[in-house]
């Protein structure tokens, strides 16, 4: 129990922790201001200041607050638990110390796990705070925010579970704290940003090929939407245009009815199907079991590790 209360103090310390604060507040303060410029202080109806809100706030949480700069950062606290007990040397003392390594693994990744998921609660709540103070939104719609942190902080318990994970077994499968980091930095940006972005440009070969299996923003993308579609806030197609673009599961060319428009004269707006390629569930449970297997790894590694 004493590794994983000085592991948890380790991964907390104030600077540290500070750091992730500012870090985490920068989009948020952006955000704000083009909310309370370009839709708060429009002549907007309060169903579309709604929808842009929540849509804002969807990509938010999933691209920063929850996304490429918190996985990162949990990524980088993983892998250096025990690249810095081997780099220093006090692996050898804690071994010595008649302590299991699989101990050593266990307490390490709890702790790791314990401080994600606060840092994540803390991120949902600052990304809201500041959004409501700088754009000085209606209550209504904060309340409606609000409502979809109990189905965040699901979502944090998963997306922690797997990236702690997998972090932990990168230190040992990569000698290189830095270049283990870099790595994980790299595949974070191209699953949460760099796919997103060209992903219209493989329309053709996604189901031909089935590139889905191997999309793993579309796989997040799912895993999110099954805990933010939880909540009483609705879908609306404004909100799927908005949300479309980074969290890949709509079909938003689908969105327009252009039968109905043409009728009309005027664009009609319809629900985006959602891909349905795979399901939640067995996304989570795959997840939730790669996730494991990298725990095991890394328990089954440091046993078989040469410690002196």
């Known amino acids: 129990m004493t590794i994983f209360i000085n592991t948890f103090r380790s991964l907390l310390k104030w600077k540290s922790t500070l750091i992730f604060i500012v870090i985490m507040s920068i989009l948020p303060i952006i955000l704000g201001f083009v909310l309370k410029n370009e839709i708060y202080g429009k002549d907007m109806a309060f169903q579309s200041q709604l929808d842009f809100t929540i849509g804002i706030y969807y990509i938010l949480v999933f691209m920063w607050g929850l996304g490429i700069p918190f996985l990162i950062v949990i990524s980088a606290k993983g892998i250096s638990l025990i690249a810095n007990e081997i780099t220093e040397g006090t692996l050898g003392l804690l071994v010595s110390m008649k302590i299991s390594r699989f101990q050593i693994v266990l307490y390490k990744w709890l702790a790791l796990y314990f401080v994600v998921v606060l840092l994540g609660i803390l991120s949902i709540y600052e990304n809201i705070s500041i959004l409501s103070l700088i754009s000085d939104m209606d209550k209504n719609i904060l309340n409606k925010l609000i409502e979809s942190i109990p189905f965040l902080i699901q979502h944090i318990l998963i997306m922690g579970f797997i990236f702690s994970n997998i972090a932990i077994l990168l230190s040992l499968l990569i000698k290189s704290k ?14 949460f940003l760099i796919i997103p972005l060209f992903k219209n440009f493989l ?10 299996l191997y999309d793993l923003n579309y796989h997040f993308s799912l895993i999110y939407y099954h805990f933010i579609s939880k909540s009483n806030i609705s879908i609306s197609p404004t909100l799927q245009t908005v949300m479309g673009t980074f969290i890949g599961i709509f079909d938003i060319k689908k969105i327009t009815d252009n039968d109905m428009s043409v009728l009309l004269k005027s664009s009609l707006m319809k629900d985006a ?30 046993t078989k590790r040469d410690i002196t």
């Open 203 to 212: 329309t053709s070969y996604y189901e031909k090929y089935n590139l889905y």
């Open 273 to 302: 199907a959602i891909y349905s390629y795979l399901s939640s569930n067995i996304l989570i449970l795959f997840w939730l079991f790669i996730s494991i297997i990298c725990l095991f790894l890394s328990m089954r590694i440091l």
């Open 178 to 191: 830095i270049f283990a980091t870099i790595s994980m930095t790299f595949f974070i940006v191209i699953v």
